[in-house]
Structure formats: C-alpha cells, structure tokens
C-alpha cells in the first residue's frame, strides 16, 4: 500500500514539472525571441530538454514499480538511476547548446534586450524556485533518484534565470557596448548546469554500484531490531537501493539454544516489524546468529 501511494506522489510530481516545463518553454522562448535576449532562448533550451526528461521521469517511475517477476526477483527499481543517466544526458546536452550559441552570439554585435523580459525572469526564478522545493520534498518522501534529478532541473533552471536577469540588468544599465552581458550569462549558466550533472548523476552511481551510502536508515534497522522479543542484537546489515525501497541483509542474534523453527518464527517476526516500522523497506532477508553466554 505504501509503494503505490509512493509511486503516486511521484507521478503526480512529475505531471507538475512537465506541465510546468512547457508553459515556460513557450514564454521563455517567445520573451526571448521578442526582447532580444539570448538569455531568455538559452532558458527556453533547456525547459524544452526539461519536458523530456521528466517524460523519461515518468516513464521510469511507472517501469520501476513494477512487480517481481521470475525474471527480476528484487523488482524493476533499477530501472531509475538508469533513467537519471538519461536524464543528465539531456543536460549535458542543453548546456552544450547554450554554451556553443553563448559563444557564438558574444562574437556577433546584436541589440539590447528589451526590460519587459525583467519582469518575466523575476517571475520565473519565484516560480522555479517553488517548483524545486516542492519536487524535492516529494522525491524525499519517496525516495527516488530520477525524481530528484527532476527536482535538481528546476533548480538549475532558477539559477541560469537568475544568471540571465543580472546579465540583462547589465546590458540594460551600462548600455551600448554590454550587449554582450546578456549571453555572457547564459555560458554561465551552461557552466552551473554541467556543474549539476556531477551532482545528480554521482548518487545515481552510487546506488547501481551497491555503494554504503545508507548508514541512517542502518541505525533505525538496529533500533528496531532489538525491540522484537528475542533478538538479542545485529551483526552485520547491508543494504542496497533499487527503485524506491531499500533491500536489506540482516545478520540477527539470538539465543543459541533456540530450536531451528523457533529461530525460523523469529526471523520472520523481526521481518514483519521491520516492513511495519519502516514501510520504504523492500525484500528483507535475515540471518539468524547464535548467541549464548560464552559468545
């Protein structure tokens, strides 16, 4: 039950960026085309490659929650930090644009922007700005990678919005000659986008390569663990992320003189505290160690 509210808020949260994403990429871009700032186009770029990827979001959200089946016992969660790759892809790749037409239009004289795109930027950067918080609450909720990477484009959008409006600003105030200024700060942006990627892409990493990175949700499994009537502690606990639950191997203490089916119910029982107490838990496979006096 809590899986599929999970992947429920997560979709929903997904439908927002994109419907989002395209308003802005429409406004932006007409904004930009109109008030001649490049900044704005730049921006326009890379909410259009936001559509995208939330598309790619979304489409992983649903693939990963997909049951086990004979072919994928743990499920098909790790079909989200693959998407997340996918996702960084089309950043890199935005930020290249920008970059390359940034550069292209620094060398090539061209008029000021005009100051009603001012007004658009302060707009954009509140609402982006919202959006992130927003996407972020809900990828921690429910703890998914490529919702947070969706989180991260709004965020890197207010930024490069916020890069574009002080190079408007500049263009505006110095005047002729600072034309410029306005596609100076649309490379910037490319920069702080690429500076992103590195961001997103490195936990999506870390969860396809099994890297201990959970030392907290460890904690609370000990925690919980010794308040089963039996279990005298834990030894060793691994987990592994894949989709929105955490997979864990549990090495479990408890009396040494226990027969192997009371030792078995135990093992059982722990499972189920576990899954009631920490609902984002997955598969949970717990090994029974003895433990006695003399140990």
Known sequence: MAEATNEQVAIKATYFSIIGNTSLAFIKGAAGVFGNSYALI???IESTADIFSSVL????IKYSNRPAD???PYG????EPLITFLVVGFLITSATIIAYESIKNIETPHSLPKPF??????AIIIWKEISFRLVMKRSKET????LKADAWHHRSDAITSVAAFIGISVALIMGKG???????SALFAAGFILYNCYHIFRPALGEIMDENMYEDIIEEIRKVAITVQGISGTEKC??????MKYHVDLHALVDGNLSVRDGHELAHKLQDTLHHDIPELGNILIHIEPFGHHD
Request: hydrophobic share 40%; no cysteine; proline share 0%.
């Open 42 to 44: 730049a921006d326009a």
């Open 57 to 60: 979001v979304l489409f992983g």
């Open 70 to 72: 004979e072919n994928h």
């Open 76 to 79: 098909h969660g790790r079909a």
């Open 117 to 122: 795109t001012l007004f658009i930027l302060g």
């Open 143 to 146: 703890n998914s990678s490529s």
């Open 178 to 184: 600072y034309e410029s200024a306005d596609d100076w």
């Open 238 to 243: 691994f987990i592994r992320k894949s989709g």
